[in-house]
């Protein structure tokens, strides 16, 4: 096994190099000086371009194909590493590198046109950028089909949730699309007859703020001696093996954003705690992809925390720190605000309900621009019309429509349907969860996360990638992927 | 010149290793987790290897040798470039691959033991470490000494201050051992004359003493949109290329040294900011190293900020944030406090004229050990005889004596001439300034260093490494490195 063993050798030095990256780039939106953004750019750069040296050529095409021969020797976690390093070489080496330069060119300059388009709401001149754009995504989506034997869409969304076809994304999205409106509608229908929810009245200075989230995080087991929360313009958790770093930002008139957002990446900070230590800086100890991923933090935010159990036990925490008081801070009001369906234009601000829907949209829009079957200029009118058939309300102004995210500019094509598929999981691993071990719900009733902590570290945190995804959630809760779970928690939320 | 252009990439991709491993050691130092550290050292212990590997071997000799065949075909700059990168290369180089292993090995294990036998003042128990270590350090000395044609100790100090001879650095501390003691009784005696200096009463919060910092540091043009302030265990100047990243430590009984140690680590900063932007991430584009270095931070605080000018302008700033009144606070006792000379026992606390009294008997004995003329088990008494000697005290006990120190546990050797050197530096290069430039006396005075900066850029910071030390100090002040400017400096201020 001395191929494999000098994979693992390999492997370890490109974990150092992306080590280092995951606190630089945490770094650059925690503590950097705005004056160093070239030079960091240009750190980054070079440690990309080493790391892709470093995951691409003959040399260790032959290594991989000759570790493969040495199988038989392998116990089933070196197995598993060894397919998650050729899955690595893979979508690597399948890039020309005059192709991986002029994306990376392409998509720095679309994402600075999208900055001051969408601030001036100019769709016309961010469009010739994404044109250039979308074509180098659809060569990149076409080598890539061609050597790993999917379609073009596939080849992309592989790169975020490995093994999953569109076939399955169909299935789960075209359900929800049938499912949702009716149900928004009778959600809505309900709401109505109801007490109208209050938001507790603000300011909530910075500095409390803080202290419950840090509060909250000691609740859900966040380890703060591995691992930090700071203030940056996104949420978001990142760091390096060992070191998690999370991050919020605070509204002084909203203290539920932030704290939602806190636990939310706490979820993901979690998942990766949890990861199996033996196999840190080694490909088969990674999460396994971003649906996964997105299922630990939505399980954390959506599923645990907006419990009525938890909620009541958190309750005279949050009071207790906010300093608050009077009928919008009762319990009732409480649970009503946090299950509030309110269809919206921003996918970011859009309740666990109506967000699929969102998220559907997209799917189908990159799809037909990857199909190059939806002109560039078109896309606006295309995604006001979709927005208005999904979610019946349609855009005003492109800022609040085509142009919202950040990901198209970016190039990130495949990455939006596991937003979803997260959601959906995180149900689906929340009742499995719930039918093994009676004590999780009264556990959350107490503060205590450790029932369901222990479930979702032997059956998710510690498998890190010895399993594909699909297995992994068929373990986990005996059934493929799907929406019924997903369906039945909203039910008995919102309409029971 | 396709070899040198060759070379400026390899030396671009290890400069981008380095920026990395500079930020990750400032997050290591003031904001990582403790748990984080075995993670931590892993990650730099991997790039180190690397970027020792970019630095070694046949093939980056053959380049150089190349590079210097072209050389009627580079520019001043290109070829003090191609000159440092064989510098880099040679010290890289000599070292086989074994003895660096043993050599971190050692180092690690001597100062992990001197952390505790310093608390538990026991030598003996450090003793062994020290004497495997010092055996490396010999090896390394002679190793490197037969490839460079020079001494042993040169070949350790030359990583430090190239080209720096030990006959150069025995005349200057010879002389200061005859100057020093006789000048620090004169100023003992014209002190029993003076009032006493008295500290202004504490408790100075910490979070005034920070505004302090941030203000003082404002107005000697420490470039906040390229750098920070933050806390650490100790001060130091650090992080990356167009990224400087300082810290300091605060006393609440003692505003003084933070504010102190802000002003020596800014003249750090200012250096590294200072130098060719066209220049950063070569060799050539590096401070031209540790005495030069040194130069600039005492430049800044034993000679610009405790002239008399900068000091009655900065005392109202201080009374004003600090909030101190009364006689203490008075011009005449400052100016006082900030001139008291009095022998002690330890190094970092002691004034600027007894400091290189610290510092001879350093380079004495370091000497002694490389050249196996001194038994590890002997130090201890050998540091308090010439302790006593040279500074007149005698310590009671070894950590106050041989101990205090981490440098030789840490294995460093031929360092500590550079902070002496640097204080003959500093003393040399304010007075050419002042000499060239009237108005920075009187700059300081209403709180202008461009004056002073003006100098210092033209002369120092912008020069990078075009020049090797010695040329530097000569081209700037006209003379060669010595100690009568540092001599005329003291006089001036202690007995004038």
Tied chains: 1, 2.
């Excluded at 995951?22 to 070239?38: E, K, N, S």
């Excluded at 509060?215 to 001696?225: C, T």
């Excluded at 959630?473 to 309409?495: D, V």
Aim: net charge negative; glycine share 6%; with cysteine.
């Amino acid at each position: 096994m001395q191929a494999y063993l000098e994979l693992e050798a390999r492997k370890k030095r490109v974990a150092a190099l992306n080590n280092a990256m995951g606190i630089l780039q945490w770094d650059q939106a925690t503590m950097m000086p705005d004056g160093a953004a070239p030079a960091r750019a240009s750190t980054l750069a070079e440690l990309s371009v080493m790391v892709h040296e470093m995951e691409t050529g003959s040399a260790l095409s032959d290594l991989i194909e000759r570790a493969e021969s040495e199988s038989g020797q392998l116990d089933s976690w070196q197995r598993a590493n060894l397919r998650e390093i050729k899955h690595q070489f893979t979508h690597a080496n399948a890039m020309p590198a005059a192709l991986v330069e002029k994306l990376v060119l392409a998509q720095s300059e679309s994402e600075m046109t999208w900055r001051q388009a969408r601030a001036r709401n100019d769709f016309k001149s961010l469009a010739p950028k994404l044109d250039t754009l979308f074509a180098l995504k659809r060569e990149e989506a076409e080598v890539k089909a061609s050597v790993m034997g999917v379609t073009p869409y596939e080849a992309l969304l592989d790169q975020f949730d490995p093994g999953r076809r569109e076939v399955q994304v169909d299935a789960i999205f075209d359900d929800l699309e049938q499912f949702l409106p009716g149900f928004v509608q009778q959600v809505m229908e309900k709401q109505a007859q109801q007490p109208r929810a209050v938001m507790p009245a603000g300011p909530f200075p910075v500095a409390q703020q803080m202290a419950l989230s840090h509060e909250v995080m000691r609740i859900l087991g966040f380890p703060f001696e591995r691992g930090r929360l700071d203030t940056a313009h996104h949420p978001f958790s990142g760091g390096a093996d060992g070191d998690i770093r999370i991050t919020t930002r605070y509204d002084e008139s909203d203290f539920t954003r932030s704290l939602m957002a806190v636990i939310h990446e706490t979820g993901h900070a979690l998942y990766e705690d949890g990861r199996p230590a033996k196999w840190l800086g080694q490909p088969v100890g990674n999460s396994r992809g971003m649906t996964l991923h997105e299922s630990q933090s939505l399980l954390l935010e959506m599923q645990a925390a907006r419990s009525e159990e938890f909620i009541r036990f958190i309750l005279p925490t949050i009071r207790r720190l906010l300093g608050g008081s009077g009928p919008a801070w009762e319990p009732g009001n409480i649970l009503r605000l946090y299950r509030r369906v309110e269809p919206g234009l921003i996918r970011v601000f859009a309740d666990e309900v109506t967000y699929p829907l969102h998220v559907i949209l997209r799917y189908r829009l990159e799809k037909a621009i990857l199909a190059d079957e939806l002109r560039t200029d078109d896309l606006p009118l295309a995604w006001n019309d979709m927005m208005e058939q999904l979610v019946g309300i349609r855009p005003t102004d492109d800022r609040d429509g085509v142009m919202q995210d950040v990901h198209w500019p970016e190039g990130i094509f495949g990455y939006f349907p596991t937003y979803s598929l997260g959601a959906m999981a995180a149900a689906q691993l929340f009742a499995a969860a719930k039918r093994d071990d009676a004590d999780i719900l009264p556990g959350l009733g107490r503060g205590d996360v450790s029932p369901l902590f222990d479930w979702l570290d032997r059956n998710i945190r510690s498998q890190g990638c010895l399993f594909m995804p699909d297995e992994l959630i068929a373990n986990a809760t005996g059934a493929e992927l799907g929406t019924a779970a997903f369906k039945a928690s909203i039910r008995q939320r919102y309409l029971e």
